[in-house]
């Protein structure tokens, strides 16, 4: 009698299924990579549904210029292990060319301008398909979210209007101008993602685990000092053990105190763990209870 | 740590205490996170609610929250250390019956609940067909809201009976009551001392423990050719691997197949993963297969073995379900159908009937299927499908309709076997 696969396996089977389709079906299909752990899987995922064959599309970076030195370190060596072709979308040309105005005062994040630069890049590369890293464990609004998520000519999500999505046969039609982003992770949790990592032993950037930094108290989370960000008053600078739950824009993306060094110790604090990753880490979830909805409608990841 | 995966339906208006229930099993078995808690005590405190309202949990949109009521599919995941659930949280009015069929679809069960002081409705009735149809193979009854029946056993009975009555005309292999209240806990995750006269598993017992490995089909061996690997480097020259996910059945090296619609044989020379080749493939593997002679195989082909497989189709009988509230299904119209992992048109030739999804009747008489309808029809598409019956094979035998205007998904279909004719 044939063994049932883990849950690992099968969710590994559903998203490699997914990534083969939308390659079969789409004309220019590109991978969104943040060198985020989330997306880091996801590229895995990629090369195990082509393997012999490279991938059969390029892979896409949205650059806040605010960015960690490790994750910038580590897209790079990954990008050219995979040899895929890199497509870096900078939010700095936005800001440069005047279609988004840079945010002033101690809190500016550049966080909400990414999704200007998100669908300019998506635009100009004409890219039909875009692969996202984002889970429906992140959030409630992601929740409610296809696996083949259809986005109009300006790029927006209508939550009222999703096409019903049966079975594993995935609709990915559109007319020219429209793009869909397929969320291949839909059915993965934190957990699942950490517990992959450790079966697969996937290198991850050092941020993601214990280690010494400068970094102030603010909104509850700690911040790490960078060039980017103005402490008020009141905030102190100490150096704490920390490490990263995600990693998103630098200014924007928390840190918690930690002493988890390994996979396996990160695991066992994920499982023990009572706050939710995007609660604990990451201030532009925090605007209001519809926060994500509301960005996910103009376009957002 | 090696933990099976669960996908389960629950189906329920917000006044059967669906989500409650759903709130209560994420938060008895811990999967619920401080801040999401904090978040939800904060809404119904200001929500004026005397407890605090798990059903806030599930609902996420905007809309749902102000008007509190579920729109949409919500897809909701916990694990025990037995197994990692999915869970598929749908509406149950009737108006939300697509969204019912589409969390059913890749459902391995589905819970129903019941209002233990109404008893079973035309709502509990509809939930169950629906369950059927799609053939969800487990269906749990919750029977919620004992504390208002101050814990009867002759209630429980009472709706039992009454129930199993009528799932006798439905198709459901197995079938499986539970007392519970799901504001108070009982029975959902912890045993209830208010039930003594109960010896069945509770809630979640019975989600951790429910056989599920023989629902899947091992025995008709379908792989619908997904994509064509071919690398051309210098050191995989001449390789040609074809990449997809078994859809049924058990494919092992040097298994004799046959390449349909073309009718060509060859035998499997590896099973080829990026991790390695392996022994054996089933579903749900996504696994790359290479045949020992080289045939022309593309995209939409399917591999099966010589003595079972589909007879390639083009005429098509199926049960519908319309999920399009700008639109019919109505003989005469053309639709796009995406089947495994082929594509074609299709001719809608003949409505036989509409169902009523309340009383089961037929309608012989109806000439269109609208939004939430759901009858048999009859389709001619352009291209042979290699389809099975829905009842021997989910993955084979299940198909949707796209509109080609609008590329909306309008309609979701089980196919019966072949059409007369054919």
């Excluded at chain 1, 490490?243 to 630098?250: E, I, M, Q, S, W």
């Amino acid at each position: 009698m044939t063994a049932g696969l883990s849950h690992l396996r099968e969710l590994e089977a559903e998203s490699i299924h997914i990534i083969r389709e939308v390659a079969a079906t789409f004309e220019r299909p590109v991978l969104l990579f943040s060198g985020g752990k989330d997306s880091i899987v996801m590229l895995r995922l990629a090369e195990k549904a082509f393997w012999p064959c490279k991938l059969p599309f390029p892979v896409m970076h949205v650059d806040t210029g605010h960015n960690f030195d490790e994750v910038i370190e580590y897209r790079d060596r990954r990008v050219a292990e995979t040899g895929c072709r890199l497509v870096v979308a900078s939010v700095q040309d936005d800001i440069d060319a005047g279609r988004v105005r840079e945010l002033t005062g101690p809190r500016a994040s550049r966080n909400p301008l990414q999704t200007t630069t998100l669908l300019r890049g998506i635009e100009e590369h004409r890219f039909d398909a875009a692969f996202g890293g984002a889970r429906r464990d992140e959030e409630k609004a992601r929740a409610k979210e296809r696996v083949l998520s259809f986005r109009d000519e300006f790029g927006q999500w209508d939550p009222k209007r999703q096409r019903p999505e049966l079975w594993h046969l995935y609709n990915g039609r559109h007319h020219p101008g429209e793009h869909i982003r397929v969320f291949p992770l839909s059915n993965w949790t934190e957990l699942d993602i950490w517990q992959y990592i450790a079966e697969e032993s996937i290198e991850l950037p050092s941020i993601y685990f214990a280690h010494e930094r400068d970094v102030f108290r603010r909104d509850g989370m700690w911040l790490a000092v960078n060039p980017w960000i103005t402490l008020l008053d009141g905030e102190t600078v100490e150096r704490r053990v920390v490490r990263y739950r995600t990693v998103g824009d630098a200014t924007c993306t928390g840190a918690v105190e930690s002493s988890a060094a390994t996979v396996a110790e990160v695991i066992a604090e994920v499982a023990a763990t009572r706050i939710t990753e995007r609660g604990a880490t990451r201030a532009d979830d925090r605007a209001s209870e519809a926060a994500m909805e509301d960005r996910k409608r103009e376009g957002y990841f | 740590m090696t933990t099976e995966m669960l996908r389960f339906a629950t189906a329920g208006s917000v006044d059967d205490g669906k989500s409650t229930l759903i709130g209560r099993l994420l938060y008895d078995s811990k999967s619920i996170f401080d801040d999401q808690l904090a978040a939800v005590e904060a809404s119904s405190e200001q929500m004026g609610a005397e407890y605090t309202n798990l059903a806030l949990l599930t609902d996420g949109l905007r809309a749902e929250r102000e008007q509190g009521i579920t729109i949409d599919v919500a897809y909701r995941y916990f694990s025990t250390p037995r197994r990692k659930f999915i869970i598929a949280d749908t509406p149950g009015h009737v108006q939300y019956t697509r969204n019912m069929v589409t969390g059913a679809s890749t459902a391995d069960l589905a819970i129903v609940l019941i209002d233990a002081r109404k008893g079973v409705l035309e709502q509990s009735r509809r939930h169950a067909f629906i369950a059927s149809l799609l053939r969800i193979p487990h269906l749990v009854l919750a029977v919620n809201k004992m504390d208002l029946v101050d814990y009867s056993e002759e209630r429980f009975e009472e709706i039992r009976s009454e129930f199993r009555d009528f799932a006798r005309k439905l198709d459901i292999a197995d079938l499986t009551f539970i007392p519970v209240s799901a504001l108070h806990g009982d029975n959902v995750v912890e045993r209830s001392a208010a039930t003594p006269w109960y010896e069945g598993s509770t809630l979640l017992h019975h989600l951790e423990e429910v056989h599920i490995a023989s629902d899947r089909n091992l025995i008709d061996a379908r792989f619908p050719v997904q994509y064509v690997l071919r690398p051309h480097g210098a050191e995989f020259h001449d390789y040609r691997g074809y990449a997809g996910r078994v859809a049924g059945g058990v494919f092992r090296p040097g298994d004799e197949v046959v390449v349909l619609p073309s009718g060509f044989s060859s035998r499997i020379a590896r099973i080829d993963t990026f991790d390695g080749p392996v022994d054996e493939a089933y579903p749900p593997m996504s696994v790359t297969l290479v045949l020992e002679d080289e045939i022309d195989i593309s995209r939409g082909d399917m591999i099966c073995r010589p003595h079972n497989h589909p007879m390639p189709n083009q005429d098509l009988d199926a049960m519908v379900c319309w999920l399009d509230d700008r639109s019919e299904l109505a003989p005469g119209r053309k639709l796009s159908i995406l089947h495994t992992t082929r594509s074609a048109r299709v001719l809608v030739r003949d409505l036989q009937y509409r169902l009523d999804v309340n009383t089961l009747h037929r309608d012989g008489d109806a000439t269109s299927l609208g939004l939430n309808e759901i009858g048999r029809a009859t389709f001619r598409s352009t291209l042979p499908l290699l389809a099975d019956e829905y009842r021997r094979n989910r993955e084979t035998g299940s198909f949707v309709l796209i509109d080609e205007a609008t590329n909306n998904t309008v309609g979701a279909g089980m196919l019966l076997g072949s059409a007369p004719g054919s």
